[in-house]
């Protein structure tokens, strides 16, 4: 039965080729444009994450009323605090010295110092920048006479154009995802309504309901897959010659790979296309037969 109905399906769109065409086209395009705002979404929360991921580490100035022995007690302290990755310690003297490197040029100046300025300071590494804030407020507990130095400003800003992005990016896939559903549901409509007498004759005939609905159930899953792969495969070929493009360019500024793999974006957008290619099909068709099914 199975392999009748995928006969008969492909009879089908042989039969209705300019309706069947008319179909995949709106697939495809409606799928395109769809991979094209799950890749730019992608690439632009992978370009936020590593940008955000550079600021994730903040400096603790500790007060100079510290003892060795209260410096090794906050370190621990703060080692097993959590989103805390890791804590070193830079002593004055360390410091002091990584100072004269960087002027090197200047060093007899920085010889002549009565005592060492530099303080001590511990080098905090968070496991989870969005969580940076809550962290800093448990350290400022520990004493507010040590100083945190931060670029909080800089990385609540990054924070929010990326929730920005995520939250625009989800409604924009939310009205492609109907609106595909939309096209495609109205274009197969129009194909099935060619075919109402055929259909009426069926059932005159004593056909079941489910044995009508099957070709056209198949046909829907295949015209839905057409679109899927031919959109992906436009999407592969764009998307890897946008790269190939953009990489060439950047190479000779000297900067390093800012976006996806192809391979990363195809997977995923294939993945989606192909689910939602078959299920605006399946959809569409047993919506739009069920019509002239009613006699």
Known sequence: MGALSFVSSLKNIKRNALM?????????????????VIALILNVNHL??????????????????????DIEELEAKISSMDNIKSVTLITKEEALEKMKKDFEGHSETLEGLPENPMPNVLRIELKDVEQAEA??????????????????DTVNKILNITDVIKTVGM?????????????????IRVSIAGRRTEIGIMRYVGATRGFIRRPYLVEGIILGLLGAVIST??????????????LSSLSQLGQDKPFLDTLYIVKRVGFLAVIIGIGVGMVGSIFSVRKYLRV
């Open 20 to 36: 069947s065409f008319a179909s995949i086209f709106s697939i495809t395009s409606t799928l395109i444009i769809l991979g094209i």
């Open 48 to 69: 936020t994450d590593e940008f955000v991921d550079k600021f994730n580490i903040l400096n603790l100035q500790i007060s100079d009323d510290y003892s060795d022995g």
């Open 135 to 152: 962290t800093i407020v448990k350290l400022e507990e520990i004493d507010k006479d040590n100083e945190i130095h931060y670029y909080r």
């Open 171 to 187: 409604v924009l896939i939310l009205i492609l995802l109907i609106t595909t559903v939309f096209v495609v549901n109205n274009t």
């Open 233 to 246: 495969a436009l999407i592969n070929f764009g998307y890897d010659k946008f790269i190939g493009m953009t």
